[in-house]
């Protein structure tokens, strides 16, 4: 561990996870910086969108031991390792999840699918891994990379969390999911203020439920609005 650093955007908690299967549980969060996508509906554009964010102020290089100090502080016994896209810097962070391991926590890693995971089960529980589908409107980069998803797939410690904003979307979701064979398979509604994501949340509830999938909430833009940090 001694001198390993990461790129990071913030680290806060404890907060209550709040999406996916985990969604409720006590964690702590570490979120790396940078991006190799650019989704319309970000709500992290503070991590890469430097036509309007700063970087010198939205990012620093951080001592591992730093972070491992204000995790220890949180003492919630989960983290999660959320961006930004966490993956563009996987190859640094054996040193943290090895010492959160070490302390028995249970870790995940959210991704957003397109660089494929070399971190193994003693240091990641679960990947939340989001593809993005069309109504992300990334232009310049490819988000769909079937032969990525697969790899997750083949894991055994993947879940995938659509990002979804009205019906309509499903039927992409439909060709991904058969294409890649990919399970279990989340749906959670985009928005950022409660009234949009329960009236999202009750289009698709019997879509859904027809496909025989999962339907999560965003439960910390319920609970606490966009507020920065939680
Ligand atoms: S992949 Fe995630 S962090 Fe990156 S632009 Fe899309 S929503 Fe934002």
Known sequence: MNGATLVISEVFGPTLQGEGPSAGRP????????????CDWCDTKYTWDWEN?????????????TVLEQLDAMGVGMLVVTGGEPLLQQRNLPPL???VKARGWWVEVETSG?????LGPDLVDRFNVSPKLTNSGNRQSRPYRPD???SFQESGRAVFKFVAQAP?????????????????????????????????????AEPVLARGWVLTPRLHILLWGNERGR
């Open 97 to 99: 999840l090895q010492e």
């Open 114 to 118: 397109t660089i494929a995971p070399i």
């Open 27 to 38: 964690a702590g969060f570490v979120r790396l910086g940078r991006c190799n996508l650019a």
């Open 168 to 204: 309509s979307d499903l039927l992409e979701v439909d060709s991904m999911v058969d294409e890649c064979g990919l399970e279990p398979v989340y749906v959670m509604p985009e928005g950022t203020d409660a009234e949009t994501l329960t009236a999202r949340m009750r289009e698709l």
């Open 53 to 65: 964010y700063d970087p010198q102020e939205e990012l620093h290089t951080e001592q591992v031991a």
């Open 148 to 150: 990525v998803l697969r």
